[in-house]
């Protein structure tokens, strides 16, 4: 990489601007030393996406679909940079093994970041999905205890209710509640008679 460097090397001082979003995409860069914040900026609100240190690229899309910046890009430090633009990646592709490995390497590894996080959400917006369909039928269906505190939904007519609206991902609904009941957000609780109520706390 120190090669590739001397060829290429831009520096780049603390809280210097690499790339803003919207802007043109017309290179990317490796980075030989130091740490860049990707972000997104709102107003006077500043997203931070990711750090990221030596070895790995920013801007990669740059050489793939030529689109604006998707966001902004700040050195945290002092830092070392290897710019390309689209000939120069191509060629370092085509005649540097070592080169064309590390940015397969950290492609994939993107990919797979990406990926995890992409089913992360997934899971994190249907565990809210259910909640909400939960508290609707509190709202609903739900009878307060004895003591007035919570509101009390029977365990097994819940299920049944819920086992065909749930198919195929009913085991899902089902562990979401456990974890619910984990968490604190829900209890179960026993009648006289033995009976299951999923209860809810009202204060």
Avoid at 19 to 42: P, R, T
Wanted: with cysteine.
């Amino acid at each position: 990489m120190s090669r590739l460097y001397e060829l290429f090397g831009v520096d780049f001082k603390k809280g210097d601007l690499i790339f803003q979003e919207g802007g043109e995409a017309d290179a990317l860069y490796m980075i030989h030393k130091g740490s860049i914040e990707i972000y997104k900026q709102s107003g006077d609100i500043r997203k931070r996406l990711q750090i990221l240190g030596e070895g790995e690229f920013i801007g990669e899309m740059a050489v793939i679909d030529s689109l604006p910046r998707s966001a902004n890009a700040a050195a945290l430090e002092d830092c070392q940079l290897i710019r390309m633009d689209r000939t120069s990646f191509n060629n370092n592709i085509q005649e540097n093994h070592q080169f064309s490995i590390s940015v397969i390497q950290f492609l994939t590894k993107r990919l797979r970041d990406t990926n995890d996080k992409v089913i992360s959400m997934s899971k994190e917006l249907r565990s809210k999905n259910i909640l909400l369909d939960l508290l609707n039928e509190f709202i609903a269906k739900g009878k307060k205890d004895r003591s007035g505190r919570w509101s009390l939904i029977e365990y097994d007519s819940l299920i049944a209710d819920y086992r065909e609206k749930y198919s195929p991902d009913y085991g899902i609904f089902l562990n979401t509640i456990d974890g619910f009941i984990s968490g604190g957000i829900f209890e179960f609780k026993k009648d006289t008679r033995n009976k299951t109520w999923l209860a809810y706390k009202i204060y």
